[in-house]
């Protein structure tokens, strides 16, 4: 339990061969009224993506209220090791009232589709505000 705070907190860990990621929520507006704004992705620091991988699909889970969905994005992967804010859009992290932990996971793919094999994934938490 101690282990998970403490990657929640720092905002990266890592799972599948070493695959992680780190992101800084960025520019978007604040937000605590419990209605999301539609904003652009933060940026994605990655490390260690699995060979093979063309493409990387984001997903955002509010861990305080785990059954509203964020949703997340597609991004095409060519080597980079950032990925800006813009490659897709989502519903921002809007706590009402209070401070709730948001997670990333990214599931690395050789191709494009819901359906296809996962080549690795990772998850990065931070809290908002």
Not at 59 to 83: C, E, M, T
Not at 102 to 113: H, L, P, Q, R, V
Request: glycine letters at 14%; aromatic letters at 14%; one cysteine or more.
């Amino acid at each position: 339990m101690l282990i998970a705070a403490a990657l929640s907190c720092a905002g990266t860990a890592s799972f599948a061969g070493g695959f992680s990621f780190s992101f800084e929520w960025g520019g978007i507006p604040s937000c605590t009224t419990g209605r999301p704004k539609t904003v652009p992705n933060p940026v994605f620091t990655l490390k260690d993506v699995p060979a093979g991988t063309t493409w990387i699909y984001f997903k955002l889970v509010d861990k305080n209220v785990p059954g509203y969905d964020h949703g997340g994005g597609w991004v095409a992967y060519n080597g980079q090791a950032r990925i800006e804010p813009g490659a897709f859009k989502y519903k921002s992290p809007c706590p009402p009232g209070g401070k709730h932990t948001y997670e990333w996971t990214a599931t690395a793919k050789s191709k494009k589709s819901a359906m296809g094999k996962a080549l690795g994934s990772a998850k990065a938490a931070k809290e908002y505000p």
